[in-house]
Nanobody, 115 residues
């Protein structure tokens, strides 16, 4: 099992930056996949970025070149650096950890981008 706690959300103007953090309750060294998802009002939850235990990353097309996911195994934390934010990035952002066969989720952090 693992508990995930997100932080770093807030209100930012378009073009601005935020860094989200996801602190895990245990070592993330051998967690195969961790990632960030988001859900906007009236929309389904979607994948934003994922990172494997080996450091391989994958991004949604809508955030490529603007967002960067990283993990610090020593701090048991995964980050999402978000630059050049757009109003359409407004959503609740959730941290996810895959420990087969279970998906673990944090409580979410709100990101609001004003135009």
């Amino acid at each position: 099992q693992v508990q995930l706690v997100e932080s770093g959300g807030g209100l930012v103007q378009a073009g601005g930056s935020l860094r989200l953090s996801c602190a895990a309750s245990r070592s993330i060294f051998n967690i195969p996949v961790m990632g960030w998802y988001r859900q906007a009002p009236g929309k389904q939850r979607e994948s934003v970025a994922v990172i494997t235990s080996r450091g391989s990353t994958n991004y949604a097309d809508s955030v490529k070149g603007r967002f960067t996911i990283s993990r610090d195994n020593a701090k048991n934390t995964v980050y999402l650096q978000m630059n050049s934010l757009k109003p359409e990035d407004t959503a609740v952002y959730y941290c996810n950890a895959v420990l087969f066969p279970t998906n673990y989720w944090g409580q979410g952090t709100q990101v609001t981008v004003s135009s």
